[in-house]
């Protein structure tokens, strides 16, 4: 079993959507929590970033975690044509200096104008 | 903000052939950079990290004499596949660490071994 299970898509929403991308992971030790988005032949960038349990917003973005169901969330609201790329869930331990981060598979996020 | 360059963007080399990728931390200082694959539609896979000075930490199945990894500089790693075979091609992404805030990532380089 993966450390980092990512609903795997594709999703297909219509333009204005509200969006709900998801993860679950079984390491209890990860506490730091990223959101990535990956356009087709491009590396990946940093959309959000959380530390520990809680949720952070940026405009129409907003992360949640839940460490006690071990279950992230990304959800993107008035989801744009723009927003059409995959997005990568990633998770580190609290001893970060190794700086290895567990990704999710990713989900790929259509939307259609 | 911080920014990884890497290049070259896609090469395409002959079976046999040695071919070298390289990734700049062009704003900031990157003491551990990381190397990772990524087949389509598939997740990255974590193949090395890069440390400045010393030799690199190779994950397990990874080949270190295929896969040769460089980190000279604070700015820069460097990848190097060597006798590359089609098996080979795949997507390659470095990254470096920027915490508290994530990662860092190139754009990434498309090799195609024909």
């Known amino acids: 079993q993966k450390e980092v299970e990512q609903d795997p898509g594709p999703l297909s929403v219509p333009e204005g959507a509200i969006v709900s991308l998801n993860c679950t992971y079984s390491n209890s030790a990860f506490q730091y929590f990223m959101w990535y988005r990956q356009y087709s032949r491009k590396g990946p960038e940093l959309l959000m970033y959380t530390y520990s349990s809680g949720n952070k917003e940026d405009g129409r973005f907003t992360a949640q975690v839940d460490k006690s169901s071990k279950y992230i969330s990304l959800f993107i609201r008035d989801s744009q044509p723009s927003d059409s790329a995959t997005y990568l869930c990633?998770?580190?331990?609290?001893?970060?200096?190794?700086?290895?981060?567990?990704f999710g598979d990713g989900t790929t996020l259509t939307v259609k104008p | 903000g911080a920014v990884v360059s890497q290049h070259p963007s896609r090469v395409i080399c002959k079976s046999g052939t040695s071919v070298k990728i390289e990734c700049r931390s062009l704003?900031?200082?990157?003491?551990?950079m990381f190397w990772y694959r990524q087949f389509p539609k598939q997740s990255l896979m974590l193949m090395a990290t890069?440390?400045?000075?010393?030799?690199?930490?190779?994950e397990q199945g990874v080949e270190k004499d295929k896969f040769l990894i460089n980190h000279a500089s604070l700015t820069l790693s460097t990848l190097t596949v060597t006798s590359a075979h089609p098996e080979d091609s795949s997507f390659y992404i470095c990254?470096?660490?920027?915490?508290?805030?994530?990662?860092?990532f190139g754009s990434g380089t498309r090799l195609t071994v024909v």
């Open positions: 990633a998770m580190s331990a609290l001893d970060t200096n190794a700086g290895k981060s567990t």
């Open positions: 704003d900031f200082q990157a003491t551990t």
């Open positions: 890069s440390n400045e000075g010393s030799k690199a930490t190779y």
């Open positions: 990254s470096a660490s920027t915490l508290p805030y994530g990662y860092t």
